[in-house]
């Protein structure tokens, strides 16, 4: 087992490009257990991207991703470069789980089978554990009433929530967000917002892709601003907001989150 002192996740000088677009140029992240950490920026600037490479949904070409000390292998270089050991990437995902913007459940599974699915065969949980554990995460995010329904019957924030207790069914070391309620009107989008932030109550480690200023201001014990694939500007988030040392931050937040 790594120390405890170790984060959770750490990248070093990332590089991703699609083709000649360059859409991250050397980004540094560090998610220290029990902490939240908030990607924002203007739409472009990388964050999502820098999510799904975290997660090895992408494969950067450069720089080092490590989960709890251990680094990720590759092979090949540059356009190139790929995860050397597939064990690896599948543990690494597993304890990694991700909640997408469109929810990404399976329409034609209930809820409760739409939580149970990847801990049963994943995981190789006893179904009986599996849906007692879903049923408890069910309740924990407010739809413990909707577990034998279909996908189509919820509202997109109810689905948005069963797609969160999905993701912590798998007892990840951390939550990946990405743009989480950019999808839901704001009524929804606050049922949503009140979960998260009870997650970051809990002392979860979760990194959070958001257009949101008040949650990443109210959640984050840490805030990155990126801005055309580069590190802006960083910091704790009462410093970020409130006292932004770049020009562009500040027209960023002046304009609202893009």
Not at 117 to 139: G, Q, S, T
Not at 207 to 215: A, K, R
Not at 220 to 240: N, Y
Request: hydrophobic share 40%.
């Amino acid at each position: 087992m790594p120390p405890v002192s170790d984060p959770v996740l750490k990248v070093r000088d990332l590089h991703k490009s699609y083709g000649p677009n360059k859409v991250l140029a050397g980004v540094d992240l560090t998610a220290p257990r029990g902490h939240v950490v908030s990607l924002i920026g203007s739409s472009g600037s990388g964050k999502s991207t820098l999510l799904r490479c975290c997660n090895l949904l992408e494969d950067s070409q450069e720089g080092e991703v490590a989960f709890e000390g251990e680094q990720v292998r590759w092979t090949g270089h540059g356009a190139a470069r790929r995860p050397a050991d597939p064990r690896q990437v599948t543990r690494i995902r597993t304890n990694l789980s991700m909640v997408f913007q469109q929810f990404n459940l399976w329409a034609h599974m209930t809820i409760l089978r739409n939580v149970t699915e990847a801990p049963i065969h994943v995981l190789k949980r006893p179904r009986d554990e599996a849906e007692a554990a879903a049923r408890a995460y069910l309740d924990k995010v407010g739809i413990g009433d909707k577990a034998d329904r279909y996908p189509a019957e919820l509202s997109g924030g109810q689905q948005q929530r069963a797609a969160i207790a999905r993701a912590l069914a798998m007892e990840p070391r951390a939550l990946l967000f990405d743009e989480p309620t950019s999808a839901l009107d704001p009524e929804l989008e606050q049922e949503v917002v009140r979960v998260i932030r009870s997650l970051a109550d809990e002392g979860r480690t979760m990194i959070l892709v958001t257009h949101d200023m008040d949650m990443a201001r109210d959640c984050s014990d840490h805030v990155i601003f990126l801005h055309r694939g580069r590190i802006e500007e960083e910091g704790p988030p009462a410093r970020v907001f409130d006292a932004p040392e770049s020009v562009r931050l500040r027209g960023f937040l002046s304009a609202g989150a893009a």
